[in-house]
């Protein structure tokens, strides 16, 4: 028997990553405990999760001094203090990533999200911030706008391995997989391993039930009311059955056989809003093999605590998910206006982070010079 639904859910398949990182959680040996109590594999950050860190840290107060003395100003300062915090996590998941051939073990780190509609500047700092961490188990987060895909391509073909986030629709991940496969030839090209290059493609789940759901009440019908907490997961297991199309293609095959390993899909925005659904509705529905479940960590402790798995519960559902998104069609729904919403907002709120991650540094660094 499984001693705990994260074995079970690891043994499933299901690579469990933690969604937060700070340098307390190094320090004390909290991220090393999770690895052995909670199956975490890998790491996952975003500009929100180091504005919250820096916040609330006292344990960055001597790093900020000494970039203070050296005149460092706000955005050095930044980039000096997360790349640390990614370096030393990533060597805290050195020994999974080995065991693992790489797969797993690893953490990832954004690109400033005010780069998001540039794509030049995208693969600038992507390059820039994967020599600083310096380590082979970073990723480099890219989001998936319409600028952020030939950069996804071009870092790829560098050989830099890719995080690819806020996706939120179908179609949007179908051009990210294009994407990743495109770097891939690139970097066959340009004479890489292609073993060494892994990508995860990171598919937003609860923010789309929070937005549909917030439209469906709208309508208020009993009809649109049913459907509530459904799109969510329709929507991300229809990703799995492109997931499954996409790389079992000719093209795909062709590169598989060069050593090239598949993107893998993440689910990603897994702690539930509505506190009339499960708290553990996105891990324990989205059960498959070959995926990532990046988890903050009340969803981790939420399921360690009592989450039911059951095994797959992604495979064998896409009729019935595509049916969910026609009824959303006829309910009045309109998925491309969601989505794009969505993916707006995503950034909008990465950038307001990002500022109040600057406002942060920028008063520590101030309060430093006066000390």
Known sequence: ??????????????????????????????????????????????????????????????????????????DKAVFEITTDDVLQACDVFAPVAAATDGVDGRVSIEVDPRLSRDTQGTINEAKELFDKVGRSNVLIKIPATPEGLPAITAVIAAGISVNVTLIFSLQRYREVINAYMAGIEQARENGHDLSTIHSVASFFVSRVDAEIDKRLDAVGTDDAKALKGKAGLANARLAYQVWEEQFSTERWQVLAAAGARPQRPLWASTGVKDPNLPDTLYVTELVAPGVVNTMPEKTLEATADHGVITGDTVTGTYAEAAAVLDDLDRAGIDYNDVVGLLETEGLEKFVVSWGELLETVSAALTSAQEA
Request: charged share 15%; glycine share 8%.
């Open 1 to 74: 028997m499984t001693s705990s639904p994260t074995a079970a859910l690891s043994d499933a398949g299901v690579s469990i990553w933690l969604d937060d990182l700070s340098r307390e959680r190094i320090t004390s040996g909290s991220l090393k405990d999770l690895i052995a109590s909670r199956n975490v594999v890998g790491v996952t950050t975003n500009p929100s999760i180091f504005a919250a860190a820096l916040a609330n840290g006292e344990s960055y107060a001597t790093q900020v001094q000494q970039l203070a003395a050296n005149g460092a100003g706000v």
